[in-house]
T-cell receptor, first 111, second 113 residues
Framework: AQSVTQPDIHITVSEGASLELRCNYSYGATPYLFWYVQSPGQGLQLLLKYFSGDTLVQGIKGFEAEFKRSQSSFNLRKPSVHWSDAAEYFCAVTSYDKVIFGPGTSLSVIP | DVKVTQSSRYLVKRTGEKVFLECVQDMDHENMFWYRQDPGLGLRLIYFSYDVKMKEKGDIPEGYSVSREKKERFSLILESASTNQTSMYLC????????????FGPGTRLTVT
């Protein structure tokens, strides 16, 4: 069955430091891949998506993600984290006609 | 901007009550979805609808039903609420041609006591 794993339940970084959130998926073909962000008390907002083509995709708020087929990964990165980036981040993959979400990674930012 | 609204941000109900969660989208999206969000489990699909009066079961439909009488509105119904249905409920919508690109409402945190 298709699945999405996010190995880090919680990550803490200092403001201004770089960030990488990990995502691995299990899927028979090349899926569509997504990263969503959920700020406290809010719904999910789409950060970026990968359908095909260039494996490095740019998203909103300065985020980017790289699709690596050989590693079945789609890690999210940001070169310099801002305090407002503190949130829950979800990786997601399509599975036939549904979207499968990972368990989420909670990001805390230290001033 | 796409706007998905949910009728309540917080709701407290008693065991056995019938509960209605309402969701409205203003972008003429064909598809609408109800998810349940629990810590460590991510989002799990309860039901979705790809057209008025149409519905499909998701991964965890037990104990829930849905109604879609108008294109912009999708209701989640808990026929007899139980404590294990205490959770955050998220509604989402999307265009049929880009069904994977979903737009989410702010969520309803339901507590069943």
């Amino acid at each position: 069955a298709q699945s999405v794993t996010q190995p880090d339940i919680h990550i803490t970084v200092s403001e201004g430091a770089s960030l990488e959130l990990r995502c691995n998926y299990s899927y028979g073909a090349t899926p569509y891949l997504f990263w969503y962000v959920q700020s406290p008390g809010q719904g999910l907002q789409l950060l970026l998506k990968y359908f095909s083509g260039d494996t490095l995709v740019q998203g909103i708020k300065g985020f980017e993600a790289e699709f690596k087929r050989s590693q079945s990964s789609f890690n999210l990165r940001k070169p310099s984290v801002h305090w407002s980036d503190a949130a829950e981040y979800f990786c997601a993959v399509t599975s036939y006609d549904k979207v499968i979400f990972g368990p989420g990674t909670s990001l805390s930012v230290i001033p | 901007d796409v706007k998905v609204t949910q009728s309540s941000r917080y709701l407290v109900k008693r065991t056995g009550e019938k509960v209605f969660l309402e969701c409205v989208q203003d972008m003429d999206h064909e598809n609408m979805f109800w998810y349940r969000q629990d810590p460590g489990l991510g989002l799990r699909l309860i039901y979705f609808s790809y057209d008025v009066k149409m519905k499909e079961k998701g991964d965890i439909p037990e104990g829930y039903s849905v109604s879609r009488e108008k294109k912009e509105r999708f209701s989640l119904i808990l026929e007899s609420a139980s404590t294990n249905q205490t959770s955050m409920y998220l509604c989402a919508s999307s265009f049929a041609r880009v069904r994977y690109e979903q737009y989410f409402g702010p969520g309803t945190r339901l507590t069943v006591t």
